[in-house]
């Protein structure tokens, strides 16, 4: 069964002090994503991985970074966290075209900086 | 450029009543189409996908989705509504090289009694 696994699932954590999301995957797919939601806004996509050790930055990417050393785990990290990075974030896998593309996300991680 | 457009940003119908959600979409290649539901205070479900097979798509919990090439839509319908299809709908794209996933702005659905 295909499975996107992000941890942590909820975290309030203070100003400034790194910490890191995870995000892995059992199905060997090349395409990960984070993306970030917010009342009003929508999902905003921070960053993506076509590959190992191949990443980018989406629309939102200030204050975040990625890193893609291996395939099924695509960390995000908040070195330096604020207030505005509360949000809802999930993590997102793209199919390769003989699972039809399908859109596999993670459950969500629920984060909140004081 | 790809896009996808969610006409309607809060729909409400009466309990039994026909449900439509309506998505348009812009894409320069032959798109991968896809319908999520969130519910409150939960993660994306996957609802249906066009993936450039049937273009009527049937989906979980009664949905369908119909492909129209000619109009760039890609409507979600269910013919009565139930109290627990109250949440919110996202229209999402993407195409077989990927380099991004395009989001709706979401559509929340709400069911009057």
């Known amino acids: 069964e295909a499975q996107v696994t992000q941890n942590p699932r909820y975290l309030i954590t203070v100003t400034g002090k790194k910490l890191t999301v995870t995000c892995s995957q059992n199905?060997?797919?090349?395409?990960m994503s984070w993306y970030r939601q917010d009342p009003g806004l929508g999902l905003r996509q921070i960053y993506y991985?076509?590959?190992?050790?191949?990443?980018d930055k989406g629309d939102v990417p200030e204050g975040y970074k990625v890193s893609r050393k291996e395939k099924r785990n695509f960390p995000l990290i908040l070195e330096s966290p604020s207030p505005n990075q509360t949000s809802l974030y999930f993590c997102?896998?793209?199919?390769?075209?003989?699972?039809?593309?399908?859109?596999?996300f993670g459950e969500g991680s629920w984060l909140t900086v004081v | 450029a790809q896009s996808v457009t969610q006409l309607g940003s809060h729909v409400s119908v009466s309990e039994g009543a026909l449900v439509l959600l309506r998505c348009n979409y812009s894409?320069?290649?032959?798109?991968?189409l896809f319908w999520y539901v969130q519910y409150p205070n939960q993660g994306l479900q996957l609802l249906l996908k066009?993936?450039?097979?049937?273009?009527l798509v049937k989906g979980i919990n009664g949905f369908e989705a119909e492909f129209k090439k000619s109009e760039t839509s890609f409507h979600l319908t269910k013919p009565s509504a139930h109290m627990s299809d109250a949440a919110e709908y996202f229209c999402?794209?993407?195409?077989?090289?990927?380099?991004?996933?395009?989001f709706g702005s979401g559509t929340r659905l709400s069911i009057r009694p």
């Open positions: 894409s320069s290649v032959p798109p991968y």
């Open positions: 199905m060997n797919h090349e395409y």
């Open positions: 999402v794209l993407s195409y077989s090289s990927a380099s991004k996933i395009i």
């Open positions: 991985s076509m590959n190992v050790e191949v990443t």
């Open positions: 997102a896998i793209v199919g390769q075209a003989y699972s039809g593309n399908t859109i596999y």
């Open positions: 066009y993936t450039s097979a049937a273009t």
